[in-house]
């Protein structure tokens, strides 16, 4: 097996997040030579996070100028670890961070890369990724003989690597961060009680356009809507997602939830979000909305509808009930 460089990030408080931690369990599998490299303003405590992955070499870049995500000071230092290293194989976790970064430095260093892997594995005696395409309905094998090959891997998809921790020694790579135009001054985001996008949350709820409609008493009730939704992902600490139909409602002029965006939208833009547990409340299981769901652990769904999509297959549990009814009494337990 060829020689594997595991390429991570710390995060501010100097640790590897779960992605990173699943990155290195998937590139240790494969067998080969490992190397570890890390980039960030300060790289000891990561290192003896993942003292005892047995890499061969722990390589780092670090300085404050590269404690923030910019392209210039990323691409420069994936670059320099990947010559240092000679790794034949580069794998790592589809950030943001890297997702911007590690396709140029691919055209840097002569090799080619692959976004969005779901797993790799030796086939044939050969590395090998496993990757979903047309909006994760078709799913590929794909190989590569050009050197070095650099593999994003998506989070979620393997188990994350939880091998003892130790004093990891540490080879320091020296890179020139240079002129950018970039400044970092901070980051905003909003407060932790109004998030609703959780990726690591056990839960994905999800809220479809039944939500703004008129309900029995022949009225629409989205006021409520919103506050039984809100109240809920704050006790639950779930994670929010919508059908398609409901972040377009804004478009069409009609009522809709204020904190719903398209940044919560599953299955359409080939988001496929991967959480232990799913509940589909006032949807219809749109086929790229159920396509969305294929990677949930256990889905279970809230319809009047019994014979609604999600009724026919597409949910392990149905609960033919009113969402607005089943949401009080559940939000009044959680708050019990």
Known sequence: MESILLLAHTESDGSLARPALEALAAAASLGG??????????????????????????????????????????AAAAEALCRA???AMVIAPTTSRWSRALPGVAFRVGGRVDTHATSLAIHNSVPAVTRWFYRQRMEAVL???????????????????????????????????????????????????QQTIRPDAKLLFVAGAGWTKKQG?????TAEAEKLILDFLRASQASLGGS????????????????????????????TPRHDKGLSTCCHGEEPHAVGWRFIG???????????????????????ADAFEVMRQVNALLAG
């Open 33 to 74: 030579e490992l190397h570890i490299g890390l980039v960030g303003a300060q790289v000891q405590a990561a290192a003896d996070r993942v003292a005892g992955a047995g890499a061969e070499r722990i390589l780092a870049v670090t300085g404050e100028a590269f404690a923030q995500p910019r392209y210039a000071t990323d």
């Open 143 to 193: 190989t590569r003989s050009q050197r070095p090959w650099i593999v994003l891997l998506d989070a979620g998809c393997v188990p994350a690597w939880s091998g003892a921790s130790g004093h990891a020694s540490i080879e320091s790579v020296d890179v020139a961060a240079g002129e950018t135009r970039t400044t970092v001054t901070g980051t905003r985001s909003p407060d932790a009680g």
């Open 85 to 87: 290293s000679g790794a």
């Open 217 to 221: 008493d022949g009225a629409t009730h």
């Open 244 to 271: 398609k139909s409901l972040v377009d409602l804004s478009g069409e002029g009609e009522a809709v939830l204020r904190f719903m965006t398209h940044m919560n939208q599953i299955g359409q833009t080939g988001a």
């Open 298 to 320: 256990e889905r279970r769904a809230i319809n009047l509808d019994a014979n609604c999509g999600w009724a026919r297959g597409k949910a392990d549990v149905v609960y033919v």
